[in-house]
Protein backbone atom coordinates (compact mmCIF):
# COMPACT_ATOMS: atom_id res chain seq x y z
CA UNK A 1 0.00 0.00 0.00
CA UNK A 2 3.20 2.65 0.77
CA UNK A 3 4.38 1.73 -2.94
CA UNK A 4 1.34 2.29 -4.28
CA UNK A 5 0.96 5.30 -2.86
CA UNK A 6 3.96 6.60 -2.93
CA UNK A 7 4.59 5.74 -6.84
CA UNK A 8 0.73 7.45 -7.74
CA UNK A 9 1.72 10.73 -5.71
CA UNK A 10 5.12 10.82 -7.69
CA UNK A 11 3.29 10.14 -11.08
CA UNK A 12 0.83 12.63 -10.23
CA UNK A 13 2.43 14.95 -9.37
CA UNK A 14 5.34 14.76 -12.11
CA UNK A 15 2.25 15.17 -14.65
CA UNK A 16 1.07 18.00 -12.49
CA UNK A 17 4.30 19.84 -12.88
CA UNK A 18 4.44 19.38 -16.49
CA UNK A 19 0.67 20.96 -17.07
CA UNK A 20 1.82 23.73 -15.55
CA UNK A 21 5.31 24.66 -16.92
CA UNK A 22 3.35 24.06 -20.27
CA UNK A 23 0.63 26.49 -18.84
CA UNK A 24 3.41 29.18 -17.86
CA UNK A 25 4.83 28.80 -21.32
CA UNK A 26 1.23 29.48 -22.95
CA UNK A 27 0.70 32.34 -20.66
CA UNK A 28 4.29 33.91 -22.19
CA UNK A 29 3.28 32.71 -25.54
CA UNK A 30 -0.19 34.61 -25.57
CA UNK A 31 1.15 37.79 -24.35
CA UNK A 32 3.84 38.22 -26.66
CA UNK A 33 1.47 37.66 -29.17
CA UNK A 34 -1.79 39.35 -28.10
CA UNK A 35 -1.01 41.28 -25.08
CA UNK A 36 -3.82 43.22 -23.57
CA UNK A 37 -5.32 43.67 -27.15
CA UNK A 38 -9.03 43.26 -28.63
CA UNK A 39 -8.10 39.96 -29.62
CA UNK A 40 -7.48 38.43 -26.05
CA UNK A 41 -10.21 40.63 -24.29
CA UNK A 42 -12.45 39.12 -27.04
CA UNK A 43 -11.49 35.90 -26.73
CA UNK A 44 -11.65 36.01 -22.22
CA UNK A 45 -15.13 36.86 -23.10
CA UNK A 46 -16.06 34.42 -25.39
CA UNK A 47 -14.24 31.20 -23.21
CA UNK A 48 -16.64 32.05 -19.98
CA UNK A 49 -19.10 29.65 -21.19
CA UNK A 50 -16.87 26.58 -22.16
CA UNK A 51 -14.25 27.22 -20.04
CA UNK A 52 -16.61 26.80 -17.16
CA UNK A 53 -17.89 23.62 -18.35
CA UNK A 54 -14.18 22.39 -19.32
CA UNK A 55 -12.48 23.24 -16.20
CA UNK A 56 -15.19 22.83 -13.80
CA UNK A 57 -17.76 20.58 -14.76
CA UNK A 58 -15.57 18.18 -16.81
CA UNK A 59 -12.19 19.25 -15.09
CA UNK A 60 -9.83 16.91 -12.62
CA UNK A 61 -11.91 16.98 -8.98
CA UNK A 62 -14.84 18.70 -10.85
CA UNK A 63 -18.57 17.14 -10.48
CA UNK A 64 -18.32 14.58 -13.29
CA UNK A 65 -14.85 13.18 -12.09
CA UNK A 66 -15.58 13.19 -8.33
CA UNK A 67 -19.20 11.03 -9.05
CA UNK A 68 -17.74 8.81 -11.85
CA UNK A 69 -14.66 7.90 -9.17
CA UNK A 70 -17.05 7.35 -6.24
CA UNK A 71 -19.13 4.66 -8.54
CA UNK A 72 -17.39 3.27 -10.85
CA UNK A 73 -14.24 2.75 -8.28
CA UNK A 74 -16.09 -0.73 -6.45
CA UNK A 75 -17.33 -1.92 -9.64
CA UNK A 76 -15.88 -4.75 -11.64
CA UNK A 77 -14.18 -3.78 -15.44
CA UNK A 78 -17.52 -5.10 -17.59
CA UNK A 79 -20.00 -3.52 -14.86
CA UNK A 80 -18.10 -0.22 -14.63
CA UNK A 81 -17.55 -0.04 -18.62
CA UNK A 82 -21.73 -0.21 -19.24
CA UNK A 83 -22.05 2.15 -16.43
CA UNK A 84 -19.80 4.67 -18.14
CA UNK A 85 -21.18 4.23 -21.89
CA UNK A 86 -24.38 4.62 -21.07
CA UNK A 87 -23.62 7.92 -18.65
CA UNK A 88 -21.71 8.93 -21.56
CA UNK A 89 -24.08 8.71 -24.15
CA UNK A 90 -27.09 10.90 -22.29
CA UNK A 91 -24.51 13.08 -20.96
CA UNK A 92 -22.79 14.20 -24.18
CA UNK A 93 -26.17 14.12 -25.77
CA UNK A 94 -27.46 16.67 -23.26
CA UNK A 95 -24.20 19.05 -23.39
CA UNK A 96 -24.64 18.38 -27.34
CA UNK A 97 -28.11 20.14 -27.10
CA UNK A 98 -26.73 22.68 -24.81
CA UNK A 99 -23.68 23.44 -27.13
CA UNK A 100 -26.30 23.64 -30.28
CA UNK A 101 -28.10 26.31 -28.27
CA UNK A 102 -25.25 28.44 -27.18
CA UNK A 103 -23.86 28.26 -30.94
CA UNK A 104 -27.45 30.06 -32.39
CA UNK A 105 -27.63 32.54 -29.39
CA UNK A 106 -23.78 33.19 -29.32
CA UNK A 107 -23.94 36.81 -30.53
CA UNK A 108 -26.78 37.31 -27.41
CA UNK A 109 -25.24 35.77 -24.78
CA UNK A 110 -21.88 37.49 -25.11
CA UNK A 111 -23.93 40.82 -25.55
CA UNK A 112 -25.49 39.56 -22.14
CA UNK A 113 -21.93 38.95 -20.41
CA UNK A 114 -20.53 41.83 -21.49
CA UNK A 115 -22.77 44.93 -22.69
CA UNK A 116 -20.45 47.59 -22.66
CA UNK A 117 -18.02 46.16 -24.98
CA UNK A 118 -17.04 47.96 -28.41
CA UNK A 119 -19.01 46.43 -31.87
CA UNK A 120 -15.48 44.90 -32.98
CA UNK A 121 -14.60 43.46 -29.76
CA UNK A 122 -18.05 41.84 -29.42
CA UNK A 123 -18.34 40.49 -33.17
CA UNK A 124 -14.81 39.21 -32.47
CA UNK A 125 -15.82 37.44 -29.54
CA UNK A 126 -19.13 36.19 -31.12
CA UNK A 127 -16.96 34.38 -33.38
CA UNK A 128 -14.91 33.25 -31.40
CA UNK A 129 -17.70 31.39 -29.23
CA UNK A 130 -18.77 29.96 -31.94
CA UNK A 131 -15.55 28.09 -32.57
CA UNK A 132 -15.24 26.72 -28.92
CA UNK A 133 -19.37 25.22 -28.72
CA UNK A 134 -17.65 21.73 -29.72
CA UNK A 135 -15.94 22.12 -26.59
CA UNK A 136 -19.22 22.03 -24.57
CA UNK A 137 -20.39 18.43 -25.19
CA UNK A 138 -16.54 17.37 -25.53
CA UNK A 139 -16.14 18.60 -21.82
CA UNK A 140 -19.01 15.71 -20.90
CA UNK A 141 -16.86 12.92 -21.96
CA UNK A 142 -13.82 13.97 -20.36
CA UNK A 143 -14.89 14.80 -16.83
CA UNK A 144 -16.51 11.46 -16.65
CA UNK A 145 -13.06 9.69 -18.48
CA UNK A 146 -10.84 11.54 -16.14
CA UNK A 147 -12.83 9.95 -13.45
CA UNK A 148 -12.88 6.60 -14.96
CA UNK A 149 -9.24 6.27 -15.71
CA UNK A 150 -8.78 7.56 -11.85
CA UNK A 151 -10.99 4.57 -10.44
CA UNK A 152 -8.99 2.14 -12.17
CA UNK A 153 -5.82 3.59 -11.06
CA UNK A 154 -4.91 5.51 -14.40
CA UNK A 155 -3.78 8.91 -12.90
CA UNK A 156 -0.81 10.11 -15.20
CA UNK A 157 -3.35 11.11 -18.16
CA UNK A 158 -5.24 12.69 -16.63
CA UNK A 159 -2.72 15.31 -14.47
CA UNK A 160 -1.03 15.93 -17.36
CA UNK A 161 -3.79 15.63 -20.53
CA UNK A 162 -4.66 20.00 -19.42
CA UNK A 163 -1.01 20.20 -20.72
CA UNK A 164 -1.90 18.91 -24.51
CA UNK A 165 -4.34 22.33 -24.79
CA UNK A 166 -1.22 24.48 -23.52
CA UNK A 167 0.91 22.70 -26.09
CA UNK A 168 -1.21 23.11 -29.17
CA UNK A 169 -1.70 26.99 -27.97
CA UNK A 170 1.61 27.23 -28.55
CA UNK A 171 2.23 25.28 -31.59
CA UNK A 172 -0.71 27.75 -32.96
CA UNK A 173 0.97 31.09 -32.26
CA UNK A 174 4.15 29.69 -32.83
CA UNK A 175 2.75 28.72 -36.30
CA UNK A 176 0.91 31.95 -37.21
CA UNK A 177 4.75 34.01 -36.22
CA UNK A 178 6.13 31.44 -38.99
CA UNK A 179 3.90 31.74 -41.72
CA UNK A 180 2.18 35.28 -41.27
CA UNK A 181 2.31 37.28 -44.36
CA UNK A 182 0.69 40.90 -45.48
CA UNK A 183 -2.64 41.47 -43.09
CA UNK A 184 -5.34 40.46 -45.49
CA UNK A 185 -8.70 40.26 -44.23
CA UNK A 186 -8.81 36.67 -44.28
CA UNK A 187 -5.78 36.67 -42.62
CA UNK A 188 -6.94 39.17 -39.57
CA UNK A 189 -10.42 36.73 -39.50
CA UNK A 190 -7.87 33.72 -38.77
CA UNK A 191 -5.70 35.57 -36.37
CA UNK A 192 -8.38 36.90 -34.70
CA UNK A 193 -10.03 32.98 -34.34
CA UNK A 194 -6.24 31.95 -33.38
CA UNK A 195 -6.98 31.20 -29.75
CA UNK A 196 -10.56 29.50 -30.07
CA UNK A 197 -9.09 27.20 -32.62
CA UNK A 198 -6.00 26.32 -30.84
CA UNK A 199 -8.51 25.41 -27.57
CA UNK A 200 -10.95 23.64 -29.63
CA UNK A 201 -7.94 21.22 -31.25
CA UNK A 202 -6.60 20.95 -27.96
CA UNK A 203 -9.51 19.79 -26.50
CA UNK A 204 -10.14 17.40 -29.97
CA UNK A 205 -7.03 15.70 -28.99
CA UNK A 206 -7.55 15.00 -25.52
CA UNK A 207 -10.83 13.75 -26.43
CA UNK A 208 -9.04 10.88 -28.69
CA UNK A 209 -6.51 10.54 -26.34
CA UNK A 210 -8.70 9.50 -23.62
CA UNK A 211 -10.99 7.39 -25.95
CA UNK A 212 -7.99 5.31 -26.92
CA UNK A 213 -6.45 5.35 -23.07
CA UNK A 214 -10.31 3.83 -22.04
CA UNK A 215 -11.02 1.73 -24.65
CA UNK A 216 -7.45 0.11 -23.65
CA UNK A 217 -8.88 -0.41 -20.00
CA UNK A 218 -11.87 -1.58 -21.49
CA UNK A 219 -14.36 0.48 -19.89
CA UNK A 220 -16.29 1.12 -23.74
CA UNK A 221 -19.02 -0.85 -23.75
CA UNK A 222 -21.12 -0.36 -27.01
CA UNK A 223 -23.51 -3.47 -26.18
CA UNK A 224 -24.90 -1.44 -23.02
CA UNK A 225 -28.58 -1.63 -22.94
CA UNK A 226 -30.61 1.34 -21.50
CA UNK A 227 -32.15 0.06 -18.68
CA UNK A 228 -29.16 -1.64 -17.16
CA UNK A 229 -27.64 -0.04 -13.67
CA UNK A 230 -30.26 2.32 -13.21
CA UNK A 231 -29.19 2.12 -9.68
CA UNK A 232 -25.77 3.48 -10.64
CA UNK A 233 -26.28 5.65 -13.26
CA UNK A 234 -29.19 7.63 -10.64
CA UNK A 235 -26.28 7.55 -8.09
CA UNK A 236 -23.82 9.89 -10.16
CA UNK A 237 -26.61 11.80 -11.43
CA UNK A 238 -26.95 12.78 -7.48
CA UNK A 239 -24.20 13.49 -7.31
CA UNK A 240 -23.31 15.72 -9.82
CA UNK A 241 -26.55 18.01 -9.43
CA UNK A 242 -25.45 19.79 -5.96
CA UNK A 243 -21.70 20.00 -6.46
CA UNK A 244 -22.08 20.95 -10.01
CA UNK A 245 -24.50 23.73 -8.26
CA UNK A 246 -21.70 24.74 -5.98
CA UNK A 247 -18.92 25.61 -8.72
CA UNK A 248 -21.63 27.39 -10.27
CA UNK A 249 -22.38 29.45 -7.57
CA UNK A 250 -18.54 30.82 -8.15
CA UNK A 251 -18.52 31.08 -11.70
CA UNK A 252 -21.71 33.54 -11.41
CA UNK A 253 -19.05 36.05 -9.61
CA UNK A 254 -16.75 35.56 -12.49
CA UNK A 255 -19.87 36.49 -14.76
CA UNK A 256 -20.60 39.63 -12.23
CA UNK A 257 -16.66 40.08 -12.70
CA UNK A 258 -16.75 40.56 -16.18
CA UNK A 259 -19.56 42.12 -16.89
CA UNK A 260 -18.68 45.16 -14.82
CA UNK A 261 -15.03 44.86 -17.03
CA UNK A 262 -16.40 44.84 -19.98
CA UNK A 263 -16.71 49.30 -19.82
CA UNK A 264 -12.88 49.16 -19.52
CA UNK A 265 -10.48 48.57 -22.60
CA UNK A 266 -8.04 45.56 -21.99
CA UNK A 267 -9.72 44.63 -18.57
CA UNK A 268 -10.26 41.26 -19.07
CA UNK A 269 -6.78 40.03 -20.40
CA UNK A 270 -5.29 42.42 -17.74
CA UNK A 271 -7.28 40.33 -15.08
CA UNK A 272 -6.30 37.03 -17.14
CA UNK A 273 -3.07 37.94 -16.64
CA UNK A 274 -2.48 39.06 -13.54
CA UNK A 275 -5.06 36.03 -11.84
CA UNK A 276 -3.08 34.04 -14.09
CA UNK A 277 0.34 35.34 -12.00
CA UNK A 278 -1.60 35.06 -8.48
CA UNK A 279 -2.84 31.57 -8.77
CA UNK A 280 0.39 30.09 -8.89
CA UNK A 281 1.59 30.66 -5.00
CA UNK A 282 -2.50 29.91 -4.33
CA UNK A 283 -2.21 26.44 -5.35
CA UNK A 284 1.04 25.94 -3.53
CA UNK A 285 0.04 27.24 0.09
CA UNK A 286 -4.07 25.62 -0.99
CA UNK A 287 -2.03 21.90 -1.26
CA UNK A 288 0.62 22.46 1.64
CA UNK A 289 -0.73 24.10 4.11
CA UNK A 290 -4.84 23.54 3.82
CA UNK A 291 -4.51 19.85 2.38
CA UNK A 292 -2.52 18.05 5.42
CA UNK A 293 -4.74 19.89 8.05
CA UNK A 294 -8.26 18.15 6.56
CA UNK A 295 -7.92 14.78 7.65
CA UNK A 296 -7.11 15.81 10.72
CA UNK A 297 -10.11 18.22 11.18
CA UNK A 298 -12.13 15.15 10.00
CA UNK A 299 -10.30 12.64 13.12
CA UNK A 300 -10.53 15.32 15.63
CA UNK A 301 -14.12 16.21 14.71
CA UNK A 302 -15.59 12.22 14.83
CA UNK A 303 -13.46 11.58 17.85
CA UNK A 304 -15.42 14.80 19.66
CA UNK A 305 -11.78 16.10 20.19
CA UNK A 306 -12.75 20.01 20.28
CA UNK A 307 -9.21 20.67 21.86
CA UNK A 308 -6.97 19.43 19.24
CA UNK A 309 -9.35 20.65 16.24
CA UNK A 310 -9.10 23.94 17.77
CA UNK A 311 -5.28 23.83 18.10
CA UNK A 312 -4.54 22.14 14.56
CA UNK A 313 -7.00 25.15 13.53
CA UNK A 314 -5.18 28.07 14.80
CA UNK A 315 -2.15 26.71 13.79
CA UNK A 316 -3.02 26.84 10.16
CA UNK A 317 -4.87 30.22 10.08
CA UNK A 318 -1.35 31.48 11.83
CA UNK A 319 0.85 29.54 8.60
CA UNK A 320 -1.90 30.79 6.22
CA UNK A 321 -1.08 34.69 7.37
CA UNK A 322 2.57 34.34 7.72
CA UNK A 323 2.36 32.70 3.98
CA UNK A 324 -0.20 35.41 2.02
CA UNK A 325 0.67 38.26 3.97
CA UNK A 326 4.55 37.10 2.51
CA UNK A 327 3.54 36.96 -1.02
CA UNK A 328 1.44 39.92 -1.08
CA UNK A 329 4.16 42.46 0.51
CA UNK A 330 6.52 40.63 -2.54
CA UNK A 331 4.01 40.98 -5.38
CA UNK A 332 3.37 44.77 -4.46
CA UNK A 333 7.22 45.20 -4.10
CA UNK A 334 8.79 43.57 -6.93
CA UNK A 335 4.90 44.14 -9.26
CA UNK A 336 7.20 46.00 -12.28
CA UNK A 337 10.04 43.37 -12.35
CA UNK A 338 7.28 40.22 -12.13
CA UNK A 339 4.93 41.42 -15.00
CA UNK A 340 8.33 42.71 -17.19
CA UNK A 341 10.21 39.15 -16.46
CA UNK A 342 7.34 37.05 -17.29
CA UNK A 343 5.71 38.82 -20.19
CA UNK A 344 7.04 42.03 -21.28
CA UNK A 345 7.92 41.06 -24.98
CA UNK A 346 6.40 41.24 -28.41
CA UNK A 347 3.01 42.74 -28.22
CA UNK A 348 2.95 43.38 -24.46
CA UNK A 349 4.66 46.48 -24.62
CA UNK A 350 5.07 48.98 -21.88
CA UNK A 351 1.16 50.29 -21.68
CA UNK A 352 0.53 46.51 -21.46
CA UNK A 353 2.74 45.88 -17.94
CA UNK A 354 1.82 49.80 -16.53
CA UNK A 355 -2.16 48.03 -16.24
CA UNK A 356 -1.15 44.00 -15.37
CA UNK A 357 1.07 45.58 -12.53
CA UNK A 358 -1.65 47.50 -10.86
CA UNK A 359 -4.12 44.44 -11.46
CA UNK A 360 -1.21 42.67 -9.71
CA UNK A 361 -1.07 44.76 -6.65
CA UNK A 362 -5.04 44.60 -6.42
CA UNK A 363 -4.50 40.88 -6.63
CA UNK A 364 -2.25 40.53 -4.25
CA UNK A 365 -3.99 42.53 -1.72
CA UNK A 366 -6.69 40.16 -1.72
CA UNK A 367 -4.40 36.79 -1.20
CA UNK A 368 -4.73 36.41 2.71
CA UNK A 369 -8.67 36.88 2.32
CA UNK A 370 -8.38 34.43 0.06
CA UNK A 371 -6.79 31.48 1.12
CA UNK A 372 -8.45 31.66 4.72
CA UNK A 373 -11.86 31.82 3.25
CA UNK A 374 -10.52 28.54 1.74
CA UNK A 375 -9.54 27.31 4.81
CA UNK A 376 -12.54 28.17 6.63
CA UNK A 377 -14.54 26.68 3.92
CA UNK A 378 -12.69 23.22 3.97
CA UNK A 379 -12.98 23.16 8.24
CA UNK A 380 -16.91 23.54 8.04
CA UNK A 381 -17.26 20.57 5.39
CA UNK A 382 -14.61 18.55 7.64
CA UNK A 383 -16.97 19.34 10.58
CA UNK A 384 -19.87 18.58 8.38
CA UNK A 385 -21.39 21.82 8.84
CA UNK A 386 -21.53 22.85 4.99
CA UNK A 387 -24.98 24.98 5.53
CA UNK A 388 -23.34 28.02 6.31
CA UNK A 389 -20.73 27.93 3.42
CA UNK A 390 -22.83 27.36 1.48
CA UNK A 391 -25.73 30.29 2.36
CA UNK A 392 -22.46 33.25 2.34
CA UNK A 393 -21.81 31.68 -1.72
CA UNK A 394 -25.20 33.26 -2.10
CA UNK A 395 -24.78 36.61 0.13
CA UNK A 396 -21.69 36.88 -1.81
CA UNK A 397 -22.72 37.01 -4.82
CA UNK A 398 -25.24 39.62 -3.84
CA UNK A 399 -22.12 41.65 -2.12
CA UNK A 400 -19.92 41.07 -5.31
CA UNK A 401 -22.76 42.50 -7.39
CA UNK A 402 -22.74 45.57 -5.06
CA UNK A 403 -19.18 46.54 -4.62
CA UNK A 404 -18.64 46.20 -8.11
CA UNK A 405 -20.86 48.30 -9.24
CA UNK A 406 -20.19 51.25 -6.36
CA UNK A 407 -16.20 50.84 -6.65
CA UNK A 408 -16.60 51.43 -10.98
CA UNK A 409 -18.57 54.54 -9.82
CA UNK A 410 -22.22 53.29 -9.09
CA UNK A 411 -23.48 54.10 -12.61
CA UNK A 412 -27.24 54.21 -13.34
CA UNK A 413 -28.42 55.11 -17.34
CA UNK A 414 -30.42 58.48 -16.04
CA UNK A 415 -28.79 59.85 -13.49
CA UNK A 416 -24.34 58.99 -14.12
CA UNK A 417 -22.27 58.08 -11.73
CA UNK A 418 -23.58 58.01 -7.99
CA UNK A 419 -20.03 57.10 -6.59
CA UNK A 420 -17.03 59.11 -6.12
CA UNK A 421 -15.36 56.42 -6.22
CA UNK A 422 -14.32 55.05 -9.72
CA UNK A 423 -11.31 52.75 -9.13
CA UNK A 424 -12.37 51.22 -12.65
CA UNK A 425 -10.71 47.38 -13.48
CA UNK A 426 -8.79 47.62 -10.22
CA UNK A 427 -12.49 48.23 -8.02
CA UNK A 428 -13.27 45.61 -9.37
CA UNK A 429 -10.96 43.26 -8.15
CA UNK A 430 -10.60 44.89 -4.40
CA UNK A 431 -14.69 44.28 -4.78
CA UNK A 432 -13.95 40.43 -4.14
CA UNK A 433 -11.31 40.91 -1.46
CA UNK A 434 -13.77 42.88 0.50
CA UNK A 435 -16.46 40.47 -0.15
CA UNK A 436 -14.21 37.50 1.03
CA UNK A 437 -12.60 39.56 4.42
CA UNK A 438 -16.82 39.60 5.30
CA UNK A 439 -17.57 36.18 4.58
CA UNK A 440 -14.24 35.12 6.48
CA UNK A 441 -15.60 37.25 9.42
CA UNK A 442 -18.75 35.72 9.51
CA UNK A 443 -17.03 32.00 9.14
CA UNK A 444 -14.96 33.08 12.04
CA UNK A 445 -17.61 34.53 14.29
CA UNK A 446 -19.76 31.27 13.86
CA UNK A 447 -17.39 28.80 15.07
CA UNK A 448 -18.90 29.00 18.77
CA UNK A 449 -22.06 27.52 16.98
CA UNK A 450 -20.44 24.61 16.84
CA UNK A 451 -18.03 24.48 20.36
CA UNK A 452 -14.94 25.51 18.79
CA UNK A 453 -13.08 28.70 20.43
CA UNK A 454 -10.56 30.68 18.19
CA UNK A 455 -9.19 33.69 19.99
CA UNK A 456 -10.07 36.11 17.59
CA UNK A 457 -8.39 39.14 19.37
CA UNK A 458 -4.92 37.40 19.62
CA UNK A 459 -4.99 36.07 16.01
CA UNK A 460 -6.14 39.58 15.13
CA UNK A 461 -3.16 41.51 16.70
CA UNK A 462 -0.45 38.64 15.05
CA UNK A 463 -2.13 39.37 11.61
CA UNK A 464 -1.46 43.40 12.37
CA UNK A 465 2.12 41.95 13.42
CA UNK A 466 2.96 40.01 10.36
CA UNK A 467 1.02 42.90 8.20
CA UNK A 468 3.39 45.68 9.91
CA UNK A 469 6.61 43.16 9.20
CA UNK A 470 5.68 42.83 5.74
CA UNK A 471 5.44 46.73 5.17
CA UNK A 472 9.03 47.04 6.88
CA UNK A 473 10.23 44.77 4.74
CA UNK A 474 8.88 45.71 1.46
CA UNK A 475 9.74 49.44 2.38
CA UNK A 476 13.75 48.17 2.65
CA UNK A 477 13.55 45.99 -0.31
CA UNK A 478 11.46 48.38 -2.31
CA UNK A 479 14.35 51.13 -1.74
CA UNK A 480 17.17 49.14 -2.62
CA UNK A 481 15.78 48.03 -5.91
CA UNK A 482 14.77 51.39 -7.06
CA UNK A 483 18.36 51.88 -6.69
CA UNK A 484 19.65 48.88 -8.81
CA UNK A 485 17.13 49.31 -11.34
CA UNK A 486 18.14 52.81 -12.25
CA UNK A 487 21.75 51.40 -12.87
CA UNK A 488 20.75 48.23 -14.41
CA UNK A 489 20.50 46.63 -17.31
CA UNK A 490 17.65 46.03 -19.44
CA UNK A 491 18.13 42.05 -20.00
CA UNK A 492 16.38 39.25 -19.14
CA UNK A 493 19.07 37.83 -17.07
CA UNK A 494 19.25 40.62 -15.28
CA UNK A 495 15.50 41.13 -14.72
CA UNK A 496 15.90 37.29 -13.17
CA UNK A 497 18.68 38.41 -11.16
CA UNK A 498 16.88 41.56 -9.60
CA UNK A 499 13.70 38.92 -9.10
CA UNK A 500 16.03 36.31 -7.63
CA UNK A 501 18.27 38.31 -4.92
CA UNK A 502 14.83 40.36 -4.16
CA UNK A 503 12.55 37.33 -3.19
CA UNK A 504 15.54 35.92 -1.22
CA UNK A 505 16.16 39.49 0.45
CA UNK A 506 12.45 39.96 1.18
CA UNK A 507 12.28 36.43 2.59
CA UNK A 508 15.08 36.91 4.91
CA UNK A 509 14.06 40.55 6.43
CA UNK A 510 10.62 39.30 6.69
CA UNK A 511 11.56 35.94 8.34
CA UNK A 512 13.98 38.13 11.05
CA UNK A 513 11.52 40.44 12.06
CA UNK A 514 8.33 37.96 12.08
CA UNK A 515 10.58 36.33 14.96
CA UNK A 516 11.58 39.53 16.54
CA UNK A 517 7.26 40.06 17.20
CA UNK A 518 7.21 36.75 18.19
CA UNK A 519 4.67 35.17 15.35
CA UNK A 520 6.63 33.11 13.44
CA UNK A 521 6.58 29.82 15.08
CA UNK A 522 7.26 26.58 12.79
CA UNK A 523 6.38 24.53 15.58
CA UNK A 524 3.08 24.16 16.48
CA UNK A 525 1.69 22.59 13.25
CA UNK A 526 4.21 19.86 12.59
CA UNK A 527 3.23 18.44 15.96
CA UNK A 528 -0.15 18.78 16.18
Not at 193 to 210: D, E, M, N, P, R
Amino acid sequence: MHSYFKNNVASISFATSLSKVAGFIRQIFIAAAFGVGITYDAYNYAYIIPGFLLIIIGGINGPLHNAVVAVLTPLKRRKGGLVLTNVSIKLTLLFFILGAVVYFNSGFLINFIAPNLSDEVKSIATYQLRILTPCIPLSAFIGLSFGALNSRNKFFLSSISPALTSLTTILFISASWIFRHQNTNSNYLFYSGLLAKATLTGTCIQFAVQCWEINKEGLFRFNSSWHLFKNEEKRILKLIAPATISSGLGQINVFVDMFFASGFQGAASGLAYGNFLIQAPLGILSNALILPLLPKFSKFNSNKDNRNLEKSLISGIEYCFLTTIFFTGFFITFNNQVVQFVFQRGAFNTEAVFLVKNILIAYAVGIPFYLYRDLLVRTYYAIENPKLPFQLSFAGIILNIFFDWFLVGAPTINYGNLSPYNFGVIGIILSSGIVNLIICIFLTTNFNTYGINIPKIILLKKFVLISLACSISSTICYSVIKDINVNGLNSIIWELFILVIGFLAFLIIYFLITKLFGVNKLNPLIKI
